[in-house]
């Protein structure tokens, strides 16, 4: 049983796994400490790697100063969805009166009302989760099609309610919604693959939780020069596909479902080109017109059992 802060009243506990980005986490557990508003919040840290939880150690430095209040642990279990599973199952612990937990990742930077934002969205629209927007912020000089890639064009939707929330890296979830779930944790089978945050989005949807999306609430993320890759932008292509898929016959587990799948994979074939078509309208770029393209595909390699693993040390 982790005590820390136990006996403390926090409304909302910010969220934040980690994984050798030190230098990284200290910028944004600093945006995190210099939020505004009167909203009363803990923090609690996520260090995936056991064998040098330089994260932890950074995140200690900032709880022993008092610019934040919670605290940090190890998880020794390696990947993403074992990182979050044990940040919300912490938090959830430690803070039995909190009511809001968000999630910032290691690699963004929280604007200054983004902690206001979202609790305010949650509290005024009765929401049970709300997401915002994550600008993304180049590290090196990046081609003028780069920021309308599909993997870093932010969804510029207006504030308001939505289907479902578009990822973990900038979200708050209710503590009912966890304990309304019959299995409260992002599923471990998308552990190395990525795409846990969607599946269970997916499964809030569908259990009939109301999502609300905060376009005042950003979030900016840094994106390294080895994501302007050809490679790895293909690859990141094709692992989406996967991914999609994975969630949809998780949801379709039985024969008849594979064959639905299958039609499904043939004619998400059909419609990429006219999306690649679009794309390539509007960046005059083949590599960002390519995803649509490469998702399809990725959706057909799951399908036979293709298994990427990004997110393996």
């Known amino acids: 049983m982790i005590d820390a802060g136990s006996n403390r009243s926090y409304e909302a506990v910010v969220c934040i796994p980690t994984f050798r980005r030190p230098a990284h986490l200290q910028r944004t557990l600093s945006s995190i400490a210099e939020q505004v508003g009167d909203v009363r919040f803990a923090v609690v840290v996520v260090d995936n790697d056991a064998i040098n939880p330089a994260g932890k150690a950074v995140a200690e430095e900032f709880f022993a100063s008092g610019q934040l209040e919670g605290f940090s642990v190890v998880e020794s279990q390696q990947g993403n969805v074992f990182a979050i599973n044990r940040a919300f199952s912490a938090a959830r612990e430690a803070y039995p009166l909190s009511e809001y937990f968000l999630m910032i990742d290691d690699d963004e930077i929280a604007a200054p009302v983004w902690l206001a934002e979202m609790v305010s969205a949650a509290r005024i629209n009765d929401a049970d989760l709300v997401g ?176 990427p693993a990004p997110y393996k040390a």
């Not at 999502?211 to 900016?220: D, L, P, T």
């Not at 990141?236 to 594979?258: H, M, P, Q």
């Not at 006219?274 to 595909?297: E, K, M, N, Q």
Request: charged residues 20%; contains cysteine; aromatic residues 12%.
């Open 132 to 307: 915002g927007p994550v600008l993304r912020e180049f590290a090196a000089h990046a081609e003028p099609w780069a920021a309308l890639h599909p993997l870093f064009n932010t969804p510029n939707a207006p504030s308001g309610p939505i289907a479902s929330l578009f990822g973990s890296g900038n979200c708050l979830i209710r503590r009912h919604v966890f304990e309304a779930l019959d299995d409260p944790s992002f599923d471990v089978r998308f552990n190395f693959l990525g795409g846990g945050d969607m599946e269970f989005f997916t499964r809030c949807r569908l259990r009939g939780f109301r999502s609300y999306w905060n376009g005042h609430a950003i979030a900016v993320e840094s994106v390294p020069a080895q994501r302007m890759d050809m490679q790895w932008l293909i690859r990141r292509g094709f692992t989406t596909g996967v991914i999609n898929y994975t969630i949809d016959r998780k949801r379709r587990a039985n024969r008849l479902g594979y064959l639905t799948l299958l039609v499904k994979n043939l004619v998400s074939l059909g419609l990429s080109i006219g999306r690649a078509a679009l794309i390539y309208r509007d960046t005059r770029h083949w590599l960002p017109a390519s995803f649509p393209i490469c998702v399809s595909i990725g959706r057909t390699l799951g399908a036979f059992g293709f298994a």
